[in-house]
């Protein structure tokens, strides 16, 4: 009995700081390949971007054909530097992204293709997790789970 209630002391905060950070279900701990409901192509103008180090992750917004602002993750910052990747205010861009499931309206880059640069740097692999990790570089890496018709913003 003593060793169930030590086995309990020592796993509780553990379980409940997982609880506590939104692991639970889904695709959360990048398990499974991305499902193309999650998936959107962003089109647009570069009009703000957050990427600097120590200032959080980095983050663009897009404004779109119709006008639309759309807020995307970019990062993480290290494939930015990795790939020596940069992408300037008024640049046209092409952004694959997914929709992240602790906030469904937050959406996370996959690939990013700069038109006026004519560069593109991908960040995630078909599971949504970042390239630059060393995570999840088994025989599909570089497939990144983008559905034949992808919905358009």
């Known amino acids: 009995m003593k060793r169930y209630i030590l086995v309990t002391l020592v796993l509780l905060p553990f379980i409940v700081s997982l609880e506590a950070q ?7 701990l990048c398990t499974e390949p991305l499902k193309s409901e999650d998936l959107r192509v962003i089109q647009g103008t570069v009009e703000e971007l957050q ?8 983050t663009m917004v897009i404004k779109g ?6 807020p995307i993750l ?4 290290s494939a ?3 790939k020596q990747f940069s992408v300037e205010k008024g640049d046209q861009v092409t952004v694959n992204a997914f929709s992240c499931l602790r906030n469904t309206e937050t959406l996370a880059a996959i690939e990013i293709v700069n038109k006026t640069q004519r560069t593109q740097l991908a960040l995630r692999d078909e599971y949504g997790r ?5 995570r999840g570089r088994g025989p599909r890496m570089g497939c990144l789970g983008r559905p034949a018709q992808p919905a358009k913003q």
């Open 74 to 77: 970019v990062g993480p910052y």
């Open 51 to 58: 990427l600097e180090a120590g200032k959080g992750m980095p």
């Open 80 to 82: 930015w530097l990795d």
């Open 130 to 134: 970042p390239l630059s990790r060393g």
């Open 22 to 28: 939104g692991w639970r279900g889904g695709n959360r």
């Open 65 to 70: 054909g119709d006008g639309s602002l759309v």
